[in-house]
């Protein structure tokens, strides 16, 4: 698999694959990583990537012939995905689909955003990460792709590591505790200690449903649906 991010910064992005299960998937050869910059295809004398809006407003506005020829050398298949806070959310069902696609593009808007007629061109798809706004659109490339790579296969090892990860099901995942059982006189569930693995997964499963109904209550009701409709 690979990924072309199209970026004014690509150090920011370049680093976080310089270390742990990132870097060594990339070593192994699960996916690898390409960068585009806009000012390499600005007719600019300057190498300009950005002019004031149309209409008038607050804010530059990234304009479309940098993004237009940068884009347009992609070769045919490759998956556009823009960041904007007008997308559709980011969920882990997405990860799963966009890790099963052979070349994925991030495009990254800076300034008040990207002149409309790039991504209606060019968009494959828009996400949002969240109801924020942010400087750029690095942050949510780096998050879609991280949450993307760990689908593939062979990335994390044990196939297990997804299964029980939060978002796989609409209950959040139980609780984790680490060795020693007892720290600053503070235990654990002592079912975990028992090896018992069928009441470990009981206990699991109720603890997951306690931390779901407290902080996301509205998947607590998608399990109950989901666990109704599987009777």
Known sequence: MRFTYVTLFSNLIEGYFQDSILKRAIESGKFEVAYLNPRDY????????DDTAVGGGAGMVMTPQPLFDAL??????????????????????DAKRLALKEHVVFVSGRYEGIDER???????????????????GELPSLVMSDAIVRNIDGVLGNSESLEYESFETPLLEAPSFGKPAIYEQMGVPSEYLKGNHSKILALKLAMSECKTKYFRPEQLLKHKIRTSYEK
């Open 42 to 49: 600005s007719a600019s004398k300057h190498s300009k990537v």
């Open 72 to 93: 347009n050398t992609l070769e045919e298949g490759a998956y556009v995905i823009f960041a904007a806070p007008v997308g559709k959310q980011f969920t882990q069902n």
């Open 118 to 136: 790039v991504i209606e061109s060019f968009a494959d798809e828009v996400f949002s990460i969240g109801d924020y706004v942010l400087t750029g």
